[in-house]
């Protein structure tokens, strides 16, 4: 049996700890790093706490992960990681078999976050993504529209035997109510809600330049939208108030899937708005947010992106307006309102394309494969 490592964080990864309980769940014979990337150094300012830290992060920890890599067979370093990338070229070194969680580009939501004017955090230059790209004997991307692309914004190429398609994952989730298509005298009041990071990706300017106008076609909605962070938050907030809504709009800074969002969406969400960025990036991947929307069978409205089109879930599946303008957003949404949508029937249609792409099941078919790729087994 080969041996198996584990690097990286796992807390908030729903991907990461999918490949933990895939390896809990059989008889493989594997290890994983008891100390994760974000092991946590003492803040006391002290002479002394100050020599443990730097024994502990220059000496201990380095030994500590070197000793693991040598006892090993098969090296991967989990998704949503950016720490310690020394341990993938240790590995190569070291002739063990290294698989890589791309995932997305460490060096593009650099960019990313620069445009919306947040500076917080490291930046990363392409040589970040291009050293985990070289180093690694198997990379794993979402999808191939996503392969395509941040290989060619970090101007790489990876030979196809390399690479290993696994796309998002998300729990199987509540079925929402959707009580506003279910009311059949059509006095009803849609809630429409987005959740999600306020940035440039998800074109929230755009979003609310769309609701905006539908209020000026109808008025027999409400919006809620879901932001966790409380400065990110307040300027959402703001752009709300600017635009001087007639309908009600909330602004929520503290809801997430982990403390209660989404039981709030099975019993009051009628129709979720996804991204409008007007980006390369946004109209190539997937979001977690469609993903999330079709396990909870929600009518969804959002841009189109080469992802989602791989995928179909243009098919009935998604409403896609044919451009980021204003009427173009707020007439599908309209359209989307007066469909006369069964929801029992809608929600198969989800359910059957969610089990079929994006559940754990379908993710232990992929992983098994690859492993069996990687290991010769």
């Given amino acids: 049996m080969k041996k198996v490592l584990l690097a990286g964080n796992i807390i908030g990864s729903y991907r990461s700890q999918l490949i933990i309980n895939y390896f809990s769940e ?3 014979d594997y290890m994983f790093s008891i100390l994760p990337f974000n092991f946590i150094l003492s803040d006391r300012k002290g002479f002394t706490f100050r020599i443990i830290n730097f024994i502990l992060k220059r000496f201990f920890i380095p030994l500590y992960y070197v000793f693991l890599i040598i006892n090993c067979d098969i090296f991967i370093y989990l998704s949503m990681n950016s720490q310690h990338i020394w341990t993938i070229k240790v590995a190569k070194w070291m002739k063990k078999i ?5 995932y997305l580009s460490r060096y593009l939501v650099s960019i990313e976050n620069k445009k919306v004017g947040q500076q917080q955090g490291k930046t990363y230059e392409k040589e970040f993504d291009i050293t985990c790209l070289k180093n690694s004997s198997k990379i794993i991307f979402l999808n191939q529209s996503e392969k395509d692309f941040y290989l060619d914004i970090l101007s790489y190429s ?3 035997n390399r690479i290993e398609i696994i796309s998002l994952k998300s729990p199987i989730r509540k079925k929402a109510k959707l009580l506003a298509f279910r009311n059949i005298n059509r ?4 809630n429409i809600c987005w959740w999600g990071k306020a940035s440039q990706l998800h074109g929230i300017e755009n979003m609310l330049n769309g609701l905006k106008q539908l209020e000026s076609i109808r008025t027999d ?3 809620n939208l879901f932001e966790n962070n409380r400065n990110r938050a307040l300027h ?6 600017a635009l001087g809504f007639v309908v009600e709009i909330n602004v929520h800074d503290s809801l997430t899937f982990v403390n209660g969002l989404e039981e709030y969406l099975v019993n009051n969400c009628d129709i979720s708005l996804g991204s409008f960025g007007d980006t390369r990036m946004a109209k190539t991947v997937l979001m977690n947010k469609v993903v ?3 396990s909870l069978g929600i009518p969804m409205v959002t841009q189109a992106s080469e992802a989602i089109f791989e995928f179909g879930l243009n098919e009935d599946i998604l409403w896609i307006p044919k451009n980021l303008s204003s ?3 707020s007439s599908t949404l309209n359209q989307l309102m007066e469909y006369n949508l069964i929801p029992n029937d809608f929600q198969k249609r989800t359910h059957t394309k969610f089990q079929y792409n994006f559940t754990s099941n379908s993710f232990e078919i992929s992983f098994e494969k690859l492993l069996i790729s990687v290991s010769g087994t």
Wanted: charged share 20%.
């Fill in 221 to 223: 909605f409400k919006v």
């Fill in 236 to 241: 959402l907030a703001e752009q709300v108030n």
């Fill in 98 to 102: 290294v698989v890589f969680d791309f």
């Fill in 292 to 294: 999330d929307t079709l």
């Fill in 327 to 329: 009427s173009s957003i």
């Fill in 187 to 190: 006095q009803r009041i849609f």
């Fill in 26 to 28: 059989r008889n493989y």
């Fill in 158 to 160: 990876v030979p196809p």
